[in-house]
């Protein structure tokens, strides 16, 4: 089986390493085999960047971790997920990651929140869209072609984080909703869930337990936010009814 891939950041110092940690230009993708630390029945691939691998904060506090440890609160076998992400990934560096893994497991669950670091670099809305688009399809390939198994989270406004206080917070707020519109479009031509946490991420503003300590991005206390509107706006109870067997491997 595919899973997590390591979380290995570039050694930067001060406020240089708080923005490579953000969004720098990463190396190739090298893909670290591990086991998931919960087996369950039916089985979750979250894809991302920091926000999904859950940078400055401990494995249990990932949103996707909290995410199948709440949906088994509720009587759901959901796995802790399969993870590909990685802090400074853009699209175009997770489309990489994915074919680099070569993960040909199939899910019952797919989440993937990406775009952040598209919106740092300044690269051009189109240019995120198109590789997004190419992004969802691949989410739902690895769902068994079923778009109602996977989910979209929005992305999270940094401009709102402490580390974004001497930058123009409107701006940045104003860029992440064009990009956020994109990214719905695309999940609604595709009739995927696009679940709006930027909301959360803008409430966070002023309150330090939010954030890990880096000031940039977010804390267990943030993403356990997160995690509890995906568990309200997603049935994954009815989505995942279908499939209990572990991921099917193969090319089919």
């Known amino acids: 089986m595919l899973h997590h891939l390591a979380n290995t950041a570039t050694a930067c110092l001060g406020t240089l390493g708080l923005l490579l940690t953000l969004a720098c230009t990463q190396p190739k993708p090298s893909v670290q085999m591990t086991t998931p630390t919960n087996a369950g029945s039916r089985h979750f691939l979250a894809l991302g960047d920091s926000y999904t691998i859950g940078e400055s904060v401990p494995e249990a506090d990932?949103?996707?971790?909290?995410?199948?440890?709440?949906?088994?609160?509720k009587g759901i076998d959901l796995a802790n997920p399969d993870i590909i992400a990685k802090t400074g990934w853009t699209t175009a560096e997770l489309a990489e990651a994915i074919?680099?893994?070569?993960?040909?497991n199939s899910?019952?669950?797919?989440?993937?929140?990406?775009?952040?670091?598209?919106?740092?670099?300044?690269?051009?809305l189109d240019r995120y869209k198109t590789e997004f688009t190419g992004l969802l399809q691949t989410a739902i390939r690895f769902a068994k072609g079923r778009p109602e198994h996977v989910m979209v989270?929005?992305?999270?406004?940094?401009?709102?984080?402490?580390?974004?206080?001497?930058?123009?917070?409107?701006?940045?707020?104003?860029?992440i909703d064009r990009f956020n519109a994109a990214a719905k479009q695309v999940c609604n031509q595709h009739k995927v869930t696009f679940i709006d946490i930027t909301p959360l991420t803008r409430a966070a503003a002023g309150d330090a337990t939010q954030f890990a300590p880096d000031g940039l991005h977010y804390s267990g206390k943030q993403m356990k936010q997160w995690a509890e509107a995906v568990r309200r706006e997603f049935n994954v109870a009815r989505r995942c009814?279908?499939?209990?067997s572990r991921p099917s491997t193969g090319s089919g």
Not at 241 to 244: G, H, N, Q, S, Y
């Open 153 to 175: 989270l929005s992305i999270p406004d940094w401009g709102a984080s402490p580390f974004a206080k001497d930058r123009d917070p409107v701006a940045i707020g104003q860029q």
């Open 99 to 104: 074919a680099a893994s070569g993960n040909t």
């Open 241 to 244: 009814r279908l499939r209990a």
């Open 62 to 73: 990932r949103w996707p971790v909290q995410f199948a440890r709440l949906a088994r609160a």
């Open 107 to 124: 899910y019952d669950l797919v989440s993937l929140l990406i775009g952040v670091n598209n919106q740092y670099r300044g690269q051009e």
